[in-house]
């Protein structure tokens, strides 16, 4: 992963704007800048974060398989929430130049 999308999840771990999987995601009421899910997540997962990305209306990233859980640092997470506004936009300000990490579009990513 990009050294500076790993730096911009790291503020976010350590400020605590971070939301760690599907279910938390799903309890969030507002708040909700960024979301971004790991290719390993399940398909009934990958529902849920449909439905939260229409109810947040935020953007939606997909990486590849097992680039979030070692962002993160931890191997069981395959879905996260940024919740802080500034951090989002860095994080989205950087995605295009690195190629594991891409828009989620709908269908098969």
Do not use: W
């Amino acid at each position: 992963m990009n050294n500076k999308i790993e730096t911009y999840v790291g503020f976010c771990i350590r400020s605590r704007k971070i939301i760690f999987g599907v279910e938390m995601i799903e309890r969030q009421k507002k708040g909700v800048y960024l979301l971004i899910a790991d290719g390993a997540i399940g398909k009934n997962s990958l529902k849920s974060m449909i439905n939260a990305q229409s109810k947040f209306a935020c953007p939606f990233l997909i990486t590849d398989e097992g680039v979030l859980s070692a962002a993160v640092h931890r191997p069981a997470v395959k879905a996260v929430a940024i919740t802080d506004q500034n951090l989002a936009k860095a994080i989205l300000s950087v995605v295009d130049s690195e190629p594991q990490i891409k828009f989620y579009s709908g269908g098969n990513n």
